[in-house]
């Protein structure tokens, strides 16, 4: 969309383009961890392949999403809540291309880790990247929707993934004891695991700025640190 004045009666078109960019990354970003894992679990070093060129799609949305964002915010005044919208549309676009360097950071590790005997943890990995990947799915819904008690269930979905990184970090330190061949596979994987845990984290960034932008309200620190309403 070209830079000029934005009415009324165009600015719900822009919004909807912003969030169906978003959409769109998303589920490029989704794709990217979900093939990143397969390629990890089968050594499949041509999908590692195929994840880390995709990474170029996501850029270019997001290059997509910041030309639409500030032409809406030059174009005329916005009401608070059309404001808090866009400007959230512009951070989450660059949430989402973090998401999916990690994934592709991940696609790299493929090579790094095949090749030396198999590692019994690895087999937990795929459970840990579909929560991270349903988080950045559900985060995304819930700003099309301007769905703030969804932004809240996706932060309170943050202490599973933790406590799901915590466990399978102490059991690949102990593999890597009891198994000192496999220290470079599994630190390695450590690093997989670390990537999935912020890719978790970015969500729950995402979560914030989706319940600031429906409400005009910071999210509750209680929520956050992981006390209920």
Aim: aromatic letters at 4%; zero cysteines.
């Amino acid at each position: 969309m070209a830079a000029g004045p934005i009415f009324a009666d165009t600015f719900d078109d822009a919004i909807g383009e912003l969030r169906g960019m978003l959409s769109q990354m998303g589920g490029l970003a989704e794709r990217a961890i979900h093939d990143a894992i397969n390629a990890l679990s089968r050594a499949d070093s041509e999908l590692a392949a195929q994840v880390r060129a995709a990474d170029q799609s996501i850029d270019a949305l997001q290059a997509e999403v910041e030309a639409l964002a500030v032409a809406v915010i030059a174009g005329s005044p916005l009401a608070d809540g059309d404001l808090r919208d866009v400007v959230a549309a512009l951070k989450i676009a660059g949430v989402i291309e973090r998401i999916g360097d990690y994934a592709k950071n991940i696609a790299k590790r493929v090579a790094l880790v095949d090749g030396g005997p198999p590692i019994e943890p690895l087999a937990s990995v795929p459970a840990m990247a579909r929560i991270a990947a349903e988080m950045v799915h559900d985060v995304l819904d819930a700003f099309a929707a301007r769905d703030a008690d969804g932004a809240v269930l996706v932060v309170e979905r943050d202490r599973m993934l933790d406590d799901f990184y915590d466990g399978l970090f102490r059991r690949l330190v102990a593999y890597m004891a009891e198994h000192p061949a496999t220290v470079g596979q599994v630190a390695h994987l450590l690093f997989v695991a670390k990537n999935l845990e912020r890719i978790g984290d970015h969500a729950t960034n995402i979560a914030e700025m989706v319940y600031f932008a429906a409400t005009g309200m910071r999210m509750p620190e209680r929520v956050k640190t992981g006390d209920r309403i």
